[in-house]
């Protein structure tokens, strides 16, 4: 049986496609092993996430009921949490949008899935430089053609302010670290909120240095924009605009409520929690400043981008809205980006929620492909 389908990238954007494909769609069956292939530096699809995860302390996934790797959105996490513990609990808080299942637990699902899905048989340790579009399909590297491929590499790298990259005293809050006595933290949105209650609580003072108040909303991205009209009014809109939003996406946010407040307060009371716009001399400096923006950092983008001459707006690929490539997709070929790179078609891209509307997506095409 040839590989008919490609990903490159074996993080969870990767594995929430491969176990897309793997299902198919109701009255058709979905694909071997054998027709998938998955290029990756590591076989763990949370490889590339667990340990920024355990950096900043996250017990708690950040995102709701559908934040699952299972090709179905239903039963999800909160139904098979609800089983185990004869609770209805965990489902009555998936409806009204609280349930976060634990980190452990998501993990553990994430290990369950990956040794039914097939993935291990499908994974090819190496990483991909090129795709080049050939007729019908896509080459990588030395590897193919490939009917369909989706692209899933995800960020390109940590991010650090400037004259922070070579200073003895800098962590980014995504690598290991512990807590100073005096800690600066850089940046103001979910991570940087996570590590003032991460340095409060092992008995630091801490200083966040910000530029702008952030936000308090629950997710990043606007909640109407999960729903089928907040995303058609995103498509709607020209690419100016889009650009806009997108970035305002990006800006500083993390979640109202008490759990945040009420220690931030305390410690505001006891001298522990300042706010300052520059940095002082603290021991330590966690830059909680995310990643590298754009496909211009990623080498794999950054080629395909330049030597098939594909349409960007300013640090984005422009996508069709099922977040496949224009001009390289057709009724028999399908190039799609997933993760982080699919923003122009799901703002909400690089969410286990956006992996699942990338991959859904992706099927569809290959589905539909006349050669299937
Ligand atoms: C701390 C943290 C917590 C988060 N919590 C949540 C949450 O609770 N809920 C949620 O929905 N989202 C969450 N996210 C967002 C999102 O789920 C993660 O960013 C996730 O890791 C994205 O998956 P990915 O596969 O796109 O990228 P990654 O997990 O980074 O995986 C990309 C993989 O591709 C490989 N790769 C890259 N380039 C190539 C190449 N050229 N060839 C071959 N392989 C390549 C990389 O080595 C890596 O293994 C969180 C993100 C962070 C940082």
Redo the contacts with the bound molecule.
């Keep these: 049986m040839m590989p008919r389908c490609a990903i490159?990238?074996?993080?969870?954007?990767?594995?929430v496609t491969y176990a897309t494909l793997r299902h198919g769609t109701p009255g058709r069956r979905g694909l071997e092993p054998a027709e998938i292939v998955v290029?990756?530096?590591?076989a763990d699809?949370?490889?590339?996430?667990r340990p920024?995860?355990e950096?900043?302390r996250?017990r708690?996934?950040?995102?709701e009921s559908d934040?699952h790797c299972y090709p179905t959105s239903f039963p999800g996490l909160a139904v098979r949490e609800a089983a185990r513990r004869a609770s209805l609990t965990p489902l009555l808080r998936s409806v009204a949008d609280r349930y976060?299942p634990t980190?452990t637990e998501?993990l553990g699902h994430v290990h369950l899935l990956r040794a039914s899905c097939g993935w291990d048989e499908s994974f090819v340790p190496?990483?991909?430089?090129r795709v080049r579009a050939i007729g019908g399909g896509f080459e990588l590297d030395g590897y193919g053609p490939f009917p369909h491929v989706l692209l899933?590499?995800?960020?390109p790298g940590l991010a650090l302010p400037p004259g922070l990259d070579d200073d003895p005293r800098g962590v980014h809050a995504?690598e290991p670290h512990e807590y100073a006595r005096r800690v600066a933290v850089v940046g103001a949105g979910m991570?940087a909120a996570t590590e003032w209650l991460n340095a409060l609580a092992a008995g630091s003072e801490v200083v966040s240095v910000r530029r702008r108040e952030p936000a308090r909303r629950p997710l990043n991205v606007a909640r109407p924009l999960f729903t089928k009209r907040g995303l058609a009014s995103f498509h709607a809109t020209a690419p100016a605009g889009r650009g806009e939003l997108l970035k305002s996406f990006g800006a500083p946010s993390y979640p109202p409520g008490r759990a945040w407040d009420v220690p931030l307060a305390r410690a505001a009371c006891e001298k522990r929690f300042h706010v300052a716009a520059e940095l002082d001399s603290v021991e330590q400096v966690i830059c909680a400043t995310g990643?590298k923006r754009g496909f211009e950092h990623?080498?794999?983008l950054r080629n395909l981008v330049r030597e098939h001459d594909l349409e960007t707006h300013e640090r984005w690929i422009v996508l069709d809205r099922d977040s496949t490539v224009p001009g390289l997709t057709n009724a028999t070929r399908t190039l799609s980006l997933?993760?982080?790179p699919g923003q122009w078609a799901y703002p909400a891209a690089?969410?286990?929620?956006?992996?699942k509307y990338a991959a859904r997506r992706f099927l569809d095409r290959v589905e539909r492909c006349p050669t299937r």
Excluded: K
Excluded at 152 to 155: F, I, Q, S
Excluded at 350 to 355: F, N, P, S, W
């Design positions: 490159v990238g074996s993080g969870l954007s990767g594995f290029f990756g530096d590591e699809p949370a490889g590339a996430w920024r995860a950096a900043i996250q708690r996934m950040r995102s934040g976060r980190v998501f190496a990483r991909i430089e899933a590499p995800g960020h995504y991570a990643f990623d080498p794999l997933a993760g982080v690089d969410t286990l929620v956006g992996m």
